[in-house]
């Protein structure tokens, strides 16, 4: 479970004083969940809010307007921003480095944009979104919007110094970046890049590119999170690089094979083989008996 920092002062604060019950309890939940990440900026639906606080749902989008400006809500894409989420904590090198990575899997430019001038305006905090940016971009062979600010300036990327406290930072290799970019989807983390792992990625990248292993990993988050598809088995890293990827290579496909309901066998429905499709993808019930397969070989 992340640490993070909390105002001990958060009760005394006049706009917390002034809220109605169900706005304090609100406000307090959107600093405190599992669900945000070191941005403050994180996506949720209103059935979670609801679900964990107890809350109607259909009342969230009213309370969450008696928080307004400490709270803002982007409602099409389910985004949430604490607007000092980050004011309130460390600040380190460290900690700003992960600020930035939970930003690259924000969709929304004009709420990431938001937050980076925010920040640098009213606190002076410089966020090295676009430094990572740049990292994951040479992978996903993706440009880096020109719209949004940038925060490292060329002569410290060329040097790779994030700001915050003046550290310099080696260049980090492919594979790290690609764990990086693993630990940032929200499907299974991993504290420390381990041998095997490397030995997985090196196994992978003889037959696939960086930019086809970075868009499989984010087709997978995509699969895995999506409540409209039955497909929920969390592989760790290395599990996923040596069973998943070739599955997930192609979102359409992925979609089109895992989602609920009548459509679920996918393109290749009346043909012959019907419980093997020829991307790899299993019906429900061969994906379950997979899965009891693979476990119970790994105890034995």
Not at 99 to 110: E, G, Q, T
Not at 115 to 133: A, D, F
Request: net charge neutral; glycine share 6%.
């Amino acid at each position: 479970m992340p640490e993070r920092g909390f105002d001990t002062g958060f009760w005394s604060d006049p706009f917390v004083q002034e809220l109605p019950q169900e706005g304090k309890t609100l406000f307090l939940y959107l600093w405190t969940n599992d669900h945000c990440n070191p941005a403050g900026l994180y996506g949720i639906s209103l059935k979670t809010i609801a679900f964990e606080t107890g809350l109607s749902q259909a009342d969230i989008p009213g309370i969450l307007e008696t928080l307004e400006p400490k709270v803002r809500c982007y409602p099409e894409e389910n985004l949430i921003w604490v607007k000092n989420f980050i004011k309130r904590q460390s600040k380190s090198s460290k900690f700003l480095a992960a600020v930035a990575k939970s930003l690259v899997l924000i969709h929304h430019n004009r709420a990431i944009q938001d937050l980076l001038e925010y920040n640098i305006s009213r606190y002076s905090i410089s966020i090295p979104y676009e430094y990572y940016m740049d990292k994951i971009s040479i992978l996903a062979g993706a440009s880096v919007s020109a719209s949004v600010s940038v925060s490292v300036s060329d002569s410290e990327e060329r040097r790779g110094i994030v700001k915050g406290e003046g550290v310099e930072e080696k260049d980090p290799s492919e594979t790290e970046v690609l764990f990086d970019l693993w630990n940032t989807l929200g499907v299974v983390k991993h504290r420390k890049l381990s041998g095997d792992m490397t030995r997985a990625f090196k196994a992978t990248s003889r037959d696939f590119t960086a930019a086809e292993i970075s868009q499989a990993m984010k087709n997978y988050a995509t699969i895995v999170n999506d409540e409209q598809c039955y497909f929920d088995y969390r592989w760790t890293l290395q599990d996923f690089l040596r069973r998943g990827l070739r599955k997930f290579l192609d979102l359409e496909v992925a979609l089109n094979n895992y989602r609920k309901g009548d459509n679920n066998a996918g393109p290749t429905r009346g043909k012959t083989d019907t419980h093997r499709r020829s991307d790899g993808g299993f019906t429900p019930e061969e994906y379950a008996a997979s899965e009891a397969a693979y476990k119970a070989r790994k105890h034995l």
